[in-house]
């Protein structure tokens, strides 16, 4: 195991809901990334925090937002929800410093979108 | 893209074979990795390898760099039906930001 834990690890909402999930980066760990796994695809880079601000974005709208508090833990909040918002969403957490490449995931959020 | 590209997609042998998955991308990178996971859930960190490093042992893991091809292969020796699971590559674009692009993966089924 990773150390780094999301939650919830299910979630069912309807289109134009909003939905906060939630990451416990692992211990040490100054770095957080979101990603979004579609099904049957690779995961995709939603954003990264570092020391509490955004540090990179990829193609996800503004409508994909993140907050990383002071013990690192973070959250990913989506709003209007859409149907292709459905996917497994993993946080990544690492430590920014000499060697900054190991990502470590945690288990995931499936969200389900109807 | 700069994402990687794994290949075969999928892969379905027997218990004690060898495992052989490929990884093609496209940019400079400074290193390489290996993820595995099991039936969607998170991804498990299996090896790094740097772009000055030809091949790496871990176990029963072997990863090759190819960096003039822009290519990496992962050889799982005596395969076991826990293997079964998806295999994906990712590598850096090159950035020291951290961010990773992945590929597709290759979902590997070892047969008791």
């Known amino acids: 195991e990773t150390g780094v834990t999301q939650s919830p690890t299910h979630l069912i909402k309807t289109r134009g809901q909003q939905v906060t999930l939630r990451c416990s980066s692992q211990?040490?760990?100054?770095?957080v990334s979101w990603y979004q796994q579609a099904l049957g695809q690779g995961p995709q880079f939603i954003f990264q925090?570092?020391?509490?601000?955004?540090?990179g974005r990829g193609n996800f709208p503004p409508r994909f937002s993140g907050l990383q508090f002071p013990n690192y833990s973070s959250e990913l909040n989506v709003n209007a929800l859409e149907l292709d918002d459905s996917a497994l969403y993993l946080c990544?957490?690492?430590?920014?410093?000499?060697?900054?490449?190991?990502?470590?995931f945690g288990p995931g959020t499936r969200l389900t979108v109807l | 893209s700069q994402q990687g590209e794994e290949d075969p997609q999928a892969l379905s042998i027997q218990e004690g074979e060898n495992a052989t998955m490929n990884c093609s991308y496209k940019t400079s990178i400074n290193n390489l990795q290996w993820y595995r996971q099991n039936s969607g859930r998170g991804l498990v960190h299996l090896i790094l390898?740097?772009?000055?490093?030809r091949e790496k042992h871990s176990g029963r893991l072997r990863v090759t760099l190819d960096t003039s091809k822009k290519s990496s292969s992962l050889l799982i020796t005596a395969s076991r039906a826990a293997d079964t699971a998806s295999y994906f590559c990712a590598t850096d674009g090159g950035s020291t930001l951290g961010r990773l692009y992945f590929g597709r993966g290759t979902q590997l089924t070892v047969w008791p």
């Open positions: 211990s040490g760990h100054n770095t």
């Open positions: 990544a957490s690492s430590f920014r410093g000499e060697n900054t490449d190991t990502q470590y």
């Open positions: 390898i740097r772009s000055n490093e």
């Open positions: 925090y570092y020391r509490e601000e955004e540090n």
